[in-house]
Structures are given as C-alpha cells and as structure tokens.
C-alpha cells in the first residue's frame, strides 16, 4: 500500500509499508529522496510534477533503492557503491559528496555525510524550509545497527555533527517511525547511543532476517546489534 502525503506546495511524503521517501519540486528540477521498496517510484513522481527528475538515495539498504531501476542515474555517496552493487546492478551511479550543493531551482540541498547505519548514509538538508531529510539515522524506530557497513562510533559522530547544526533546520523528515521529528531529538538520540555502546542497556536477543541480533529499545528509539 502507498499513501501520498502533501507536506508544502512542492515537497510530498510516499509511504509505502514500513518505509517512506519524498519528492521535492524546484523551480527547475525536481529529487526523488530514495525510491522505496516497490518500485514504482518513477510512476508515482511523474503523477505529480512534470520536472526533470533526479534520484539521490540517503543509502543503500535495499527498502530505499527499489524504484532506481526505472532510471538511468542516481546519486548516492560512493562509500555506499559496493554495498548497493552486492544487491543490484551498479547501472549510472554518480558521486554524491559530504557538502555538496543541488540547486533545483530556488531550492537548495545540501548533502551531509552521516555514516554509522551504512558507510555512505547521507542527510539532505533543505534550506528553504528548513527542512532536514535523514534517511535511517535519524527516526524513533529500529535502526539497523548489526551486520557489515554499521559502525556505532561512526553513528554517535554522525548525530553529533547533525546536532551541531540543529539550528538549520526545525523538522526532520525520517524514512521510518513518526514523521516529522523535531530537531530536539538528536541530543538524546546521541546520549543514548553512547549509553548501548558503553553497555548500559541488557536488551533481548531475537532473530531477524536470518540473523541473531540483540535488539535495544532506548527511550526515543531501537537499536538493532550484533
């Protein structure tokens, strides 16, 4: 099942089962932020606005990359290049760096490098509105934290560095759990995670996806561990 969500005038939220992505219109371009787990991402965009359209995914677990197929190129940071290639073919994927600008058109995103949940995880920071889009990082729900590419040090870091530029943007915009977030829920979400890393939480062990994990819940979100 998909649900489109309005959020302004040129930015819409798709949810799809358990994950979401968005669509944001410029003046003269217009990004796909992921492409979900179906596959009809192209199909849903083009129902909406008749822009050009580019495709940056915030990493590249396989509920966010489904719909890339149905173009020719994507974006997505190249720490992420071998984790996408052991799923799916690598097709046109171009470059998207830590600081780097996409002017759409009196609309300006800034990339943000965030890794921990993948090596190549990335944050996109809409400065019109004051919007931050955070991939899987950020959210109240499960965060995948075991198996190959997570690394916690990395993650603590990288909520860190959101942390310290909390004051751009006032709503996060997560792929899973409760949407929109305030931009108070990074301090914790950061102290928290220190806490899992430093041991402070027991948790309970449960099977996922073939895997035996240690599951713990925090007070603002789940951390999946190996």
Known sequence: MTNVIRINK??????????????LCGEKEAVLIDTGVIG?????????TELPLRVINT????????????????????????Q???????????????????????????????????????AVLDSKYHFL????PVQTGDIYMFGPYRNMQAYIKSIGRLEKRKE???LIFPCHGECPLKND??????????????????????????NKIRRVKTGHAGFLLD
Not at 10 to 23: C, G, K, N, Y
Not at 97 to 117: A, K, Q, S
Request: hydrophobic share 40%; with cysteine; net charge negative.
């Open 40 to 48: 009809n991402a192209r199909e849903i965009a083009e129902k909406l």
């Open 10 to 23: 040129d930015t819409w939220q798709i949810d799809e089962d358990f994950v979401r992505w968005f669509l």
């Open 168 to 170: 751009e943007f006032d």
């Open 84 to 122: 996408y290639y052991h799923q799916m073919p690598l097709q046109n994927a171009e470059a998207l760096w830590d600081g780097e600008v996409i002017d759409l058109g009196d609309r300006r995103l800034e990339i943000i490098h965030t890794p921990g949940h993948t090596c190549g995880s990335v």
């Open 133 to 136: 889009f955070s991939g899987d």
């Open 59 to 82: 990493h590249a677990d396989r509920d966010h990359i489904a719909g890339n197929k149905d173009f020719n190129t994507f974006y997505m940071h190249p720490a992420d290049f071998a």
């Open 185 to 210: 829920i990074l301090e914790p979400l950061r102290k928290e995670a220190a806490e899992v890393l430093a041991g402070k939480y027991s948790g309970e062990t449960l099977e996922l996806h073939g």
